[in-house]
């Protein structure tokens, strides 16, 4: 007899139960044995049964509501415990939870998947639930959650069985036909070369210690390991040696080939899902201490690490002392890649904590660099620091270091960042490529990889730092053009004085931004301090536009369009869409790279005078130009931002003006300007929002031809030929060099308002011509036709 049913205390057939409002006359239903052939039940009508019959429901009803369920499944009744073996589950009813009710317990499970009885208390008397309830929705939320959980694993598991199994297949297919790499012919398996052996060897041996691994691991974590990425099995070829390693995972040729094979980019290698794994992590914090130590050794050590180059010029790395002092390093240059190893010391405007920020942080790292960083973003954070500083913050990223120009490919890296703070005021930031940690790895697949190289800064305590650059990289330069060859092997493209000299510009023009309380006389014909301020930003956005569009990343496409030569002009087009600071539609992009024989000095104050643009723009029809507003960014007169305003020759076409930024130092000089709408132009010099004003820049990008005309760029501008006159000088005889200069012309052309419009040869064509008929005009007025 089912418990809570109590017999009657006279001898008569036992009492039927009916739930209110039933009539179930089936004998299945029944919660008393049956009486008689048929099963039959009598049903008493004493004052006594019908009375116990009321209590037995008031007892049923009050267990109902406390077995009520979450979600929209939640069904009422007994267990199976509860109920006797012989009788039928009772009919099962559902309890549904409000949308609020469950929306607060989703957000407590988020915060606490395990509530005790004060805070299931605390929850019950907001949501109107008994605390029961609430226990048993936590307990149905778990086993759901793990349930799902060792669903995906299950799935991954699956896979890569699947992979393992047809891995297996086509190995078992090979063995079956094997063939002689020589003659091609069928070969016995003795014959089978002895590395494609070993690979296979290795290959077994290393899945079953990744398989006992992962056992041991889920042994001690409680639940299954997801499987690695799986990476497909490599046999090497007669043509290219393939080996493991590095942290490009490209190919690149044997020493004797000049064919590149593509792999998988490091952006694609960053980007893949699961980080680093737990046994990766003590190797990468090894690996960071280890490169902490490196850098500052070497931006502190005199001879004979660092010796002075011939005549005096900059300091170069000895090699054989670096392997001597540096046993421990991250492994042996791999064969075909050269070494740059350069280091620079300035004093740059800004405190060291604003610095280890700036560097900790890649999107403002980018925006201070956007010269040398076409693209970079955190991998991992692995440690954010202590003390609520950057001390001890460790972090894996991803960058891509450009030169402006499609003719320098980018270089690549995935690598650590670490900062550490080593005494009061002094803090030191390092970055390492991870493909040292593999123990002894073979030569690398990788086109780029960064040695500890990193900045050591010291607060000088008058608001300025003394900050020591080192950069130390090996690099593959067989794809960089000829005539761009000597400025990155000098390490004038990448290496450190380049990063210090755009560190100490760039903290200029920030203090120049951030400044306040600027006497009227200093606002450069800008109407307010607010106005300044928004002029600068626009200039600052249309700067970074042009960097990022220029250089040969991975991200662009470049097609070439007419020539062989030093001046093919190539040309890429994108779509701009729900972008506010660009016209809507297709952009048509066009840029090429030429040697002058004029120092870069002549070629930048030619090209940032506004009254000599008649000269090379095409766009200004021939009128004359006045600069309205001038602003200045730094100590250096070349460092500027200028809105000008031409006046056409034909008074029936309406005036145009132009945004214009100059910069330069030591490294190189950019000139970037952009048409503006007047109307938009008028409410940023009110202070207005500048972001939603429509850029599309052009310009040109100044580098020195090698370390020689890096000393004339260092020339105090008064002493080089000028041309404010209005007219071309020759060079004097402090700014006479050997070499010339590199200069890059890039045009940027709105060629349809629709998004899905097809580019038509005429635009392509109009393109063309107009960045070959600008190249001629400046070579004319530099008197350099024939260069």
């Known amino acids: 007899m089912p418990a809570g049913l109590m017999a009657p205390p006279r001898p008569v057939p036992p009492l039927a139960m009916q739930r209110p409002g039933k009539n179930y006359s089936s004998p299945n239903l029944s919660l008393a044995p049956p009486m008689g052939l048929e099963g039959q039940r009598e049903i008493s009508q004493s004052a006594e049964s019908h009375q116990q019959q009321q209590q037995q429901q008031q007892q049923k009803n009050k267990e109902e509501e406390y077995e009520s369920r979450s979600g929209s499944d939640n069904m009422e009744g007994g267990s199976g415990d509860d109920q006797d073996p012989d009788q039928p589950p009772r009919k099962k009813r559902y309890h549904r939870h409000t949308q609020r009710q469950i929306q607060e317990m989703e957000m407590m499970f988020k915060e606490c998947p395990h509530p005790d009885d004060k805070q299931r208390q605390h929850l019950s008397r907001e949501l109107g639930l008994e605390p029961r309830q609430v226990k048993f929705w936590f307990q149905n939320r778990r086993t759901q959650m793990k349930a799902q959980t060792e669903r995906a694993e299950n799935t991954l598991l699956r896979q890569e069985n699947e992979k393992l199994r047809s891995e297996n297949i086509l190995m078992r297919e090979a063995l079956k036909n094997p063939s002689c790499q020589h003659c091609g012919g069928p070969a016995t398996i003795g014959e089978m070369s002895l590395d494609e052996q070993q690979l296979r060897i290795e290959n077994v041996r290393l899945k079953e210690e990744l398989d006992r691994v992962s056992a041991l691991a889920a042994k001690y974590l409680g639940r299954p390991i997801p499987p690695p990425p799986h990476v497909p099995f490599l046999l090497p070829s007669s043509s290219l040696d393939l080996q493991v390693g590095g942290s490009n995972f490209g190919l690149l040729p044997s020493p004797g080939s000049m064919d590149i094979v593509q792999g998988p980019s490091v952006a694609d290698v960053a980007t893949r899902p699961g980080g680093l794994t737990e046994a990766e992590k003590p190797m990468v914090v090894e690996l960071a201490v280890t490169a902490m130590e490196e850098l500052l050794r070497m931006a502190q050590a005199d001879k004979p690490l660092w010796m002075p180059g011939p005549d005096g010029g900059k300091e170069q790395l000895n090699y054989d002392e670096y392997v001597h002092q540096f046993p421990r390093g991250i492994g042996l240059r791999p064969h075909g890649l050269q070494t740059e190893a350069t280091r620079e010391t300035g004093m740059v405007m800004n405190n060291g904590v604003s610095l280890v920020e700036m560097l900790m942080d890649s999107s403002q790292w980018t925006e201070m660099f956007p010269c040398m960083v076409s693209r970079a973003f955190t991998v991992e954070v692995l440690s954010t620091g202590v003390n609520g500083n950057r001390n001890g913050a460790l972090q894996l990223m991803y960058s891509e270091l450009q030169v402006l120009s499609p003719l320098v490919p980018t ?377």
């Open 411 to 787: 270089r690549e890296l995935y690598f650590l960042r670490y900062c550490k703070q080593h005494a009061e005021g002094v803090w030191a930031v390092v970055d390492v490529s991870v493909d040292s940690l593999r123990d002894n790895p073979p030569p690398s697949l990788m086109r780029c990889r960064r040695r500890p190289s990193g900045m050591l800064i010291q607060d000088t305590g008058n608001g300025y730092s003394k900050v020591t650059a080192v950069e130390h990289m090996e690099y593959d330069d067989r794809a960089v053009h000829r005539i761009y060859r000597d400025l990155v092997n000098s390490g004038m493209a990448f290496g450190a004085q380049r990063w210090i000299a755009i560190l100490q510009r760039q903290c200029e023009r920030l203090a120049s931004l951030l400044a306040s309380n600027i006497p009227t006389r200093d606002l450069g014909g800008v109407p307010s301090a607010d106005g300044r301020r928004s002029m600068l930003k626009l200039a600052q956005r249309m700067t970074n536009n042009f960097c990022a569009g220029v250089s040969a990343s991975t991200v662009h496409t470049w097609t070439t369009l007419s020539g062989t030569g030093e001046d093919d002009v190539r040309v890429m087009t994108r779509k701009s869409v729900d972008n506010p600071g660009e016209p809507h539609g297709i952009v048509l992009s066009a840029a090429t790279s030429m040697w002058l024989p004029v120092a870069p000095q002549r070629v930048f104050e030619f090209l940032r005078d506004e009254r000599l643009r008649s000269e090379w723009d095409i766009l200004s029809n021939g009128g004359l130009v006045a600069e309205m507003a001038h602003i200045a960014k730094g100590q250096d007169p070349g460092n500027s931002v200028s809105l000008l305003r031409v006046n056409p020759l034909n008074s029936s076409q309406s005036n145009m003006l132009i945004l214009q930024e100059s910069c330069t130092d030591v490294s190189g000089a950019l000139v970037i300007y952009a048409p503006v709408d007047i109307p938009a132009m008028n409410l940023v010099l009110r202070g207005g929002d500048p972001a939603y004003v429509a850029l599309l820049p052009s310009g040109f990008a100044i580098l020195p031809d090698g370390p020689e005309n890096r000393r004339a760029m260092m020339v105090p501008p008064s002493q080089h030929d000028s041309c404010s006159s209005g007219q071309l000088t020759d060079p004097s005889p402090h700014t006479t060099t050997t070499g010339g200069s590199l200069l890059t012309v890039a045009f940027q052309i709105l060629v349809s308002t629709v998004p899905s419009a097809k580019l038509s040869l005429e635009s392509v064509a109009t393109v063309n011509n107009l960045i070959s008929s600008t190249v001629q005009r400046i070579k004319a007025a530099l008197h350099c036709e024939d260069a």
